[in-house]
T-cell receptor
């Protein structure tokens, strides 16, 4: 079963409103989670690194005031798209790794969330 | 500039044919991940390569990492329609946070 869960899987919101997407680690505590965005037929673009108990680290070109990230607990990171516009419509996906596992090949991705702004 | 280059960007093959997808990094990698995805769905982990010269196989898919740890290839033997999808290589630069950055992806179509 999934070890990283995202919610909602699909959301439609009106232009100008804000929408929150959750990313949860189900069986482990994740001090770090990552948020990606994917455009149609394109690859995943890393948006930011979500750090538990501290500010997120944003990639170049990503507006931190537009995409608010909160990592208030060891199992939950949230991405809030503020004042959403149609161009924010996209597929958003998060990932996390179990820090208790030594191997590096245990990065888990969520199922992704479709955001449509109308 | 794109640190991780994938080629080709798209590929159409006839069922049964072999194919290769390449992933080249401008910097030495700590590790290289290969994933498969249907657009708009989650990622399916294929394999991770960490040692120079390493080669791994899973069913009909083989991936190799060169000795310099800057280039990887993914080879599919006797392709099937089920292999169709987006193949993504992800670069692990090392460090404690396990951040992955991805190439642009290769869209594979397998015609029956």
């Amino acid at each position: 079963g999934a070890v990283v869960s995202q919610h909602p899987s699909r959301v439609i919101c009106k232009s100008g409103t804000s929408v929150k997407i959750e990313c949860r680690s189900l069986d482990f505590q994740a001090t770090t989670m990552f948020w990606y965005r994917q455009f149609p037929k394109q690859s995943l673009m890393l948006m930011a690194t979500s750090n538990e108990g501290s500010k997120a680290t944003y990639e170049q070109g990503v507006e931190k005031d537009k995409f608010l990230i909160n990592h208030a607990s060891l199992t939950l990171s949230t991405l809030t798209v503020t004042s959403a516009h149609p161009e924010d419509s996209s597929f958003y996906i998060c990932s996390a790794r179990d820090p208790q596992v030594e191997q590096r090949d245990t990065i888990y991705f969520g199922e992704g969330s479709w955001l449509t702004v109308v | 500039s794109q640190e991780l280059e994938q080629s080709p960007q798209s590929l159409i093959v006839q069922e049964g044919k072999n194919l290769t997808i390449n992933c080249t990094s401008s910097k030495t990698l700590y590790g290289l991940y290969w994933y498969k995805q249907k657009y708009g769905e989650g990622l399916i982990f294929l394999m991770m390569l960490q040692k120079g010269g390493e080669e791994k196989s899973h069913e009909k898919i083989t991936a190799k990492l060169d000795e310099k740890k800057q280039q990887s290839s993914l080879h599919i033997t006797a392709s099937q329609p089920s292999h169709a999808g987006i193949y993504l290589c992800g670069a692990d630069r090392g460090g404690s946070n396990y951040k992955l950055t991805f190439g642009k992806g290769t869209l594979l179509t397998v015609n029956p």
